[in-house]
């Protein structure tokens, strides 16, 4: 069982940064891989950047490559999302979520999310 808790959600001004942490419970947390997820109001939970095992491996959605880094530290079991330039679509719910695969990321384990709101 991997518990996953999310903070870092907030209100911020278009253009502005935020950074996302999702630290996880348990010793093993080095073993799954883990991405970001987001959903806006109405819409589909799409993926947003997944991290592999090692971090060796990072994939993007196109709608945020060059603006959202995602990292991890696998001493602190905490996995992190960097949001640059952020804008109005980007307001979501963001989760973090554990999984196996990395290629067809599968969930296994979800946080409860934490809200992004992008003001105009």
């Known amino acids: 069982q991997v518990q996953l808790v999310e903070s870092g959600g907030g209100l911020v001004q278009y253009g502005g940064s935020l950074r996302l942490s999702c630290a996880a419970s348990?010793?093993?947390?080095?073993?799954?891989?883990m991405a970001w997820f987001r959903q806006a109001p109405g819409k589909e939970r799409d993926i947003v950047a997944k991290?592999?095992?090692?971090?060796?491996?990072?994939t993007y959605a196109d709608f945020v490559k060059g603006r959202f880094t995602i990292s991890r530290d696998n001493a602190k079991n905490t996995v992190y999302l960097q949001m640059n330039s952020l804008k109005s679509e980007d307001t979501a719910v963001y989760y973090c979520?554990?999984?196996?695969?990395?290629?067809?990321?599968?969930?296994?384990?979800w946080g409860q999310g934490t809200q992004v709101t992008v003001s105009s």
């Open positions: 979520a554990a999984g196996r695969n990395y290629g067809d990321f599968d969930p296994m384990y």
């Open positions: 348990g010793r093993t947390f080095s073993t799954f891989h």
């Open positions: 991290i592999s095992t090692s971090g060796y491996s990072i």
